[in-house]
C-alpha cells in the first residue's frame, strides 16, 4: 500500500535510487552475517547476560564497522552508475546499520521465548512510523531524500518502540572469549549461505543497474515487490518462527 501511495508523490528515478542504495546496505549486511540472533536463539547460554552483551557488543562493532564501509563505497557506486547523488544518500541511510546494531538484546531473547505476538505487534507499529515517515517526507520534498529520510526515521522509531517495550536488562560493552568463541564459530556456518542468497535473489538489480536507467530500474523493483510478495511472506514466516519453534 505504501508503495502505492508513494508512486503517486514521487518520480520512478527515486525508487531506481533508492533500490540500489538499500541493495548496497542488504549486501554489506549479509555479506557480514555471522547469525548472532540465531546463535541466541539455539545456544545453551542464550538467558547468559555475559553472553547476550558480548552478542550485542559485536553487534555494535559491526554496525558501525558496515556504516564506514558503506561511506566508503558511495563513491564507486557513484561512478559505476553514474550519478554523483550516491555519495550523499548512502552514507545518511548507512545509520540505519548503526541503529540496527544497538538494537538490545531482549529483540533476540522474544525470538526465542517465541513471544510472536508482542514481536508482531511491534514490528507493525515500526513498519507504521516508517511508511508515514516516508509519505510525509516524500511529500515535502519531492524527490528521493523524502524516502531516505523516512526511512532512517522509521529505524530509529524502531529502535524506540522496542526498547520501551520490550522488557530486559540493558546491555553493556562485554568481550568474553568463550563467547565470542561460539558466536563467531557457529556463524561461519551462517556467511556463505547468505552471500549465496543475496547474490541469487538480488544481483539482477545491481546489474540491471547498470544497463538501464535508474527510472526503469525503479519501475522493475516496484513490479519485482508486488510479484515476489507471496514469497516474501513465506521467507518471513519462516526466518521469526521455525527457528524458535525448532529449538523448543
Not at 555475559?50 to 566508503?72: E, H, I, N, Q, Y
Not at 511508511?131 to 531516505?148: E, N, Q, Y
Not at 530509529?156 to 568463550?178: A, D, Q, W
Not at 527510472?215 to 527457528?243: H, K
Request: charged fraction near 15%.
Amino acid at each position: 500500500l505504501s508503495n502505492l501511495v508513494l508512486t503517486r508523490l514521487l518520480f520512478p528515478e527515486a525508487f531506481g535510487i533508492m533500490a540500489l542504495s538499500g541493495l548496497l546496505l542488504t549486501a554489506l549486511s549479509q555479506f557480514s552475517d555471522v547469525g548472532i540472533k540465531t546463535s541466541i536463539i539455539r545456544s545453551e547460554r542464550g538467558e547468559d547476560q555475559v553472553f547476550l552483551d558480548t552478542a550485542w557488543s559485536l553487534k555494535v562493532v559491526r554496525g558501525v564497522f558496515l556504516f564506514a564501509m558503506a561511506w566508503l563505497l558511495s563513491y564507486p557506486m557513484s561512478i559505476l552508475y553514474g550519478d554523483p547523488i550516491f555519495t550523499k544518500i548512502v552514507p545518511m541511510m548507512a545509520i540505519i546499520l548503526i541503529v540496527e546494531g544497538l538494537l538490545p538484546t531482549s529483540v533476540d531473547l522474544a525470538y526465542r521465548h517465541m513471544e510472536m505476538g508482542r514481536l508482531t505487534a511491534l514490528e507493525i507499529g515500526a513498519n507504521l512510523i516508517t511508511v508515514i515517515s516516508m509519505i510525509f517526507c516524500s511529500w515535502l520534498t519531492g524527490d528521493v531524500w523524502g524516502l531516505a529520510y523516512g526511512t532512517v526515521l522509521g529505524a530509529i522509531g524502531k529502535f524506540i518502540l522496542f526498547k520501551i517495550f520490550l522488557p530486559g536488562h540493558g546491555n553493556s560493552f562485554v568481550f568474553e572469549r568463550p563467547a565470542m568463541r561460539e558466536l563467531l564459530t557457529f556463524g561461519v556456518w551462517i556467511f556463505p549461505s547468505t552471500i549465496a542468497t543475496f547474490i541469487a535473489m538480488q544481483s539482477d538489480k545491481f546489474l540491471l543497474g547498470i544497463y538501464v536507467s535508474l527510472e526503469t530500474l525503479g519501475i522493475y523493483n516496484i513490479g519485482y515487490f508486488l510479484a515476489s510478495f507471496p514469497l516474501m511472506l513465506a521467507q518471513t514466516l519462516g526466518g521469526r518462527v521455525m527457528t524458535s519453534f525448532y529449538r523448543n
